[in-house]
């Protein structure tokens, strides 16, 4: 379940990239699953179309 929502966001976060929508390194993309509470966020500073879901930064539980 956690894979696969890095997944995404690291696809998510490489096509803004390459559709131009990201200007430099900075800001993050960020993704919660509704139903497991965990969300995952991409590093800062790192080039989107390096990034893996290993790169991801993920945590989880009840956030409020």
Do not use: W
């Not at 993050?28 to 290993?54: C, H, M, Q, W």
């Amino acid at each position: 379940m956690l894979e696969n929502l890095k997944k995404d966001v690291c696809e998510i976060a490489k096509r803004a990239q390459r559709d131009g929508l990201c200007k430099h390194k900075s800001g993050n993309f960020s993704a919660r699953d509704v139903k497991s509470g965990y969300i995952v966020i991409t590093p800062t500073s790192v080039d989107r179309e390096l990034l893996t879901p290993r790169d991801m930064i993920g945590f989880g539980g009840q956030c409020h």
